[in-house]
């Protein structure tokens, strides 16, 4: 019933506030009503209508499993096999009949990819970097051996499209010659977009070791 309640009352805003949810870049968090998703998408970790429907399918399921034992007697033999004149035969069985939905809430992470409040943990900047034509550029993450090596960006298919090389004069990708943008998200510098080649190469740099993050030391 709690289930049940939970995703047709509180997660759809029926009567309750609805959930927080967020999209993947943590960017526009904020708690709103959330319809369900009863097709293949429910099962999406970055649709959140999968966690109303699966709620609502839960709690259905518990009360007619629940409705099936108490208008069902079970046999002598089936009752004395099972041992259901003991206790202890109620946790078990009630654990075995949801244990399924952990598995399904494990598995598509739905509690950590959409409804994790992370715009209220601290502040973050979330880069986005893109070339003259528009295309969305990507710096490849490298491990701290290589922080002196050149910075190389590219795009969705894993193409390299730019570069802060070592050697200028050898350079084809270099960000000035290739017109690389760079669009600022979230933080005190959200909305900002700079293409000096001097804030790109220090926004890319510090961009490989994942989002930016610049913490107010004085207050």
């Known amino acids: 019933v709690a289930s049940f309640g939970f995703g047709a009352f509180h997660v759809t805003a029926l009567h309750g506030p609805g959930i927080w949810v967020s999209n993947p870049y943590g960017l526009t968090g904020k708690v709103q009503p959330v319809n369900s998703a009863w097709g293949v998408e429910g099962f999406d970790p970055f649709v959140p209508g999968g966690i109303t429907s699966h709620h609502?399918?839960?709690g259905t399921l518990g009360i007619l499993a629940c409705l099936f034992h108490l208008s069902v007697h079970p046999s002598q033999r089936l009752y004395k096999g099972l041992r259901m004149g003991?206790?202890?035969t109620v946790p078990s069985n009630s654990i075995a009949a949801v244990f399924f939905v952990a598995f399904v809430?494990?598995?598509?992470?739905?509690?950590?990819?959409e409804t994790t409040p992370i715009e209220l943990f601290g502040p973050t900047r979330h880069p986005i970097f893109r070339d003259k034509d528009g295309c969305e550029l990507f710096v490849r993450r490298m491990p701290t051996f290589f922080e002196t090596f050149p910075v190389v960006l590219v795009d969705g298919?894993?193409?390299?499209?730019?570069?802060?090389?070592?050697?200028?004069?050898?350079?084809?990708?270099?960000?000035?010659?290739?017109?690389?943008?760079?669009?600022l998200y979230g933080g005190e510098l959200n909305g900002v977009s700079y293409s000096d080649a001097v804030t790109l190469k220090k926004y890319a740099r510090r961009a490989q070791l994942g989002e930016i993050y610049e913490l107010d030391r004085a207050t």
């Open 157 to 183: 298919d894993g193409i390299v499209r730019a570069d802060v090389p070592c050697r200028e004069a050898k350079s084809k990708y270099s960000v000035e010659q290739v017109g690389v943008t760079i669009e």
């Open 56 to 58: 609502i399918a839960a």
């Open 105 to 113: 809430v494990a598995g598509t992470k739905w509690y950590d990819l």
């Open 86 to 88: 003991n206790i202890e």
